[in-house]
């Protein structure tokens, strides 16, 4: 069985994928997310969290709606209630916003220093007015994690490419997502697969592994 690292504990639900796609998860930590102590830098109808990190991390304001992108988001929370995402991305995330509140209103946009910022294009001159909130940032562990008997890794951000990049070079090398994929290429190690960010096109990749 191939043994695949990835920034994941062993219980996670994309641990879970990879089993099904007939891999052996190993957790493989290449950075580490930590928080910024930011408090909210404004009042607002709700709070949009854009990944488990912002909503391990930030420091949420009591009583406020939460909207999560995706349910592992919204596990995050530890028990406080969110509304989830039909899709885990940033368009599923707007289609909610509007949905939940049809005549706009004032945002907290909590994510990472690095996060992809759809949101923000979308919502510009519309009545969704979206505030950054910048709750965590992702830095390089180190000493970096040890590769030993690993046959293939998964980057699931662009730092993480970039970290695993030249380490990697001997093994398979996999992206979670588009942006993820293009740090890998930008760092002149284009990767051998990549997938959508979705628990379900992992499991489609790995288990078509090797392409034929």
Avoid: N
């Avoid at 284009?190 to 499991?203: I, Y």
């Amino acid at each position: 069985m191939k043994r695949l690292g990835l920034a994941r504990a062993s219980d996670d639900a994309l641990c879970e994928a990879v089993r099904a796609a007939g891999w052996e998860p190993v957790t493989l930590f290449a950075t580490v997310m930590e928080a910024t102590q930011a408090a909210p830098p404004a009042p607002a109808d709700a709070v949009i969290l854009l990944s488990p990190a912002a909503a391990r991390l930030a420091l949420l304001p009591p009583g406020v709606p939460c909207l999560a992108q995706g349910d592992a988001t919204a596990r995050a929370l530890g028990g406080r209630t969110a509304l989830v995402s039909a899709t885990p991305q940033a368009e599923g995330l707007f289609d909610l916003l509007r949905a939940t509140f049809p005549r706009g209103g004032t945002f907290l946009l909590a994510r990472g220093e690095r996060s992809r910022e759809h949101l923000e294009q979308a919502a510009d001159g519309t009545p969704w007015r979206l505030v950054p909130w910048i709750t965590h940032r992702e830095m390089p562990v180190s000493p970096p994690p040890s590769m030993d008997g690993l046959e293939a890794v998964l980057a699931l951000s662009p730092l993480q490419a970039e970290v695993l990049a030249l380490r990697a070079a001997h093994l398979l090398r996999f992206a979670w997502g588009q942006r993820t994929r293009q740090a890998f290429a930008k760092a002149g190690y284009p990767v051998d697969g990549w997938c959508e960010p979705e628990a379900s096109a992992l499991h489609r990749l790995l288990s078509s592994w090797p392409p034929s």
